[in-house]
């Protein structure tokens, strides 16, 4: 069974910096797109950034670009989301979602990945 498991969310104050980790058991983590997702109360999820291991194409969402920093620790099987001058419109629950396979390109539509987390919390006050 693939499972995925979020840590690293918390309270920062704004300006602050997180590292988010998403740690994958149950499927090494050889071909692969992983995707960081965020819902706020309220609203829709949203897509945050994503990676393919592939050839480490990266994308970003325009409203973190420049702040946030996705990576990967092969031997640890686990994904990052460096989180820098966050900003109080961060606040939201964030979401790790991974598919199995060799693809050069990634994108935030939430069907095509395959598995999620189960979310960790942050929150960013002003």
């Known amino acids: 069974e693939v499972q995925l498991v979020e840590s690293g969310g918390g309270l920062v104050q704004a300006g602050g910096s997180l590292r988010l980790s998403c740690a994958a058991s149950g499927v090494t983590l050889n071909d692969y797109v992983v995707g960081w997702f965020r819902q706020a109360p309220g609203k829709e999820r949203e897509g945050v950034s994503c990676?393919?291991?592939?050839?480490?194409?990266?994308l970003y969402d325009d409203f973190v670009k420049g702040r946030f920093t996705v990576s990967s620790d092969r031997a640890k099987n686990t994904i990052y989301l460096q989180m820098n001058d966050l900003k109080p419109e961060d606040t939201a629950v964030y979401y790790c979602?991974?598919?199995?396979?060799?693809?050069?390109?990634?994108?935030?539509?939430?069907?095509?990945?395959?598995?999620w987390g189960q979310g960790t919390q942050v929150t960013v006050s002003s």
């Open positions: 990676f393919s291991s592939r050839n480490g194409f990266r």
């Open positions: 979602a991974a598919v199995v396979g060799a693809f050069e390109l990634c994108d935030f539509a939430d069907e095509d990945y395959d598995y």
